[in-house]
T-cell receptor
Framework: AQSVTQLGSHVSVSEGALVLLRCNYS??????LFWYVQYPNQGLQLLLK??????LVKGINGFEAEFKKSETSFHLTKPSAHMSDAAEYFC?????????????FGKGTLLTVNP | EAGVAQSPRYKIIEKRQSVAFWCNPI?????LYWYQQILGQGPKLLIQ????????DSQLPKDRFSAERLKGVDSTLKIQPAKLEDSAVYLC??????????FGPGTRLTVL
């Protein structure tokens, strides 16, 4: 079964500092990996996705993630945090095979940005 | 392009009552999903529809939860009777086949 583990339920950074949110996956087949962001009282918005093309994936709002097969990781980074980045971030892996497109999510990481 | 619509946004009920949530996916999206997000956790898939057929309902508590998508467009998720542990946000998502899943704003259910 596929799964993801997000290390750190809460990350706090200063405005302008590097953002690093960690995600490790477990999958017996090449995975499809996603990062979603959730603002308070809103649904999930896709930041970026890895679908076995380039290992460095660029997303919206200046975020990017690098797929590292040897480390089974897909960490999310942003060079300079902005106050508007404060939200909860979820890493997810998509089920492989057939017409089942289920996403399995991690528990999420709450990002706080301090002025 | 209109996004995924859900209603109501909030619902408060007493345990053992019934409740229903409605979802209208993005036009043209054949695949529709219902996820349950309990506070402090990531969303968990309850059911996936492909048009009006069920692809995966392995994590749907079928003794109390039911879902339908009769005409392959909008969908309804029902809970009867509700338990305290059903308090959660219920998210609907849709996609064009295996492509990106787009999420609605969710319905926050509180069971007292």
């Amino acid at each position: 079964a596929q799964s993801v583990t997000q290390l750190g339920s809460h990350v706090s950074v200063s405005e302008g500092a590097l953002v690093l949110l960690r995600c490790n996956y477990s999958s017996s087949v090449p995975p499809y990996l996603f990062w979603y962001v959730q603002y308070p009282n809103q649904g999930l918005q896709l930041l970026l996705k890895y679908t076995s093309a380039a290992t460095l994936v660029k997303g919206i709002n200046g975020f990017e993630a690098e797929f590292k097969k040897s480390e089974t990781s897909f960490h999310l980074t942003k060079p300079s945090a902005h106050m508007s980045d404060a939200a909860e971030y979820f890493c997810a892996v998509r089920h492989s095979g057939g017409s089942n497109y289920k996403l399995t999510f991690g528990k999420g990481t709450l990002l706080t940005v301090n002025p | 392009e209109a996004g995924v619509a859900q209603s109501p946004r909030y619902k408060i009920i007493e345990k053992r009552q019934s409740v229903a949530f409605w979802c209208n996916p993005i036009s043209g999206h054949a695949t529709l999903y219902w996820y349950q997000q309990i506070l402090g956790q990531g969303p968990k898939l309850l059911i996936q529809f492909q048009n009006n057929g069920v692809v995966d309902d392995s994590q749907l508590p079928k003794d109390r939860f039911s879902a339908e998508r009769l005409k392959g467009v909008d969908s309804t998720l029902k809970i009867q009777p509700a338990k305290l542990e059903d308090s959660a946000v219920y998210l609907c998502a849709s996609s064009f086949s295996a492509d990106t899943q787009y999420f609605g704003p969710g319905t926050r259910l509180t069971v007292l």
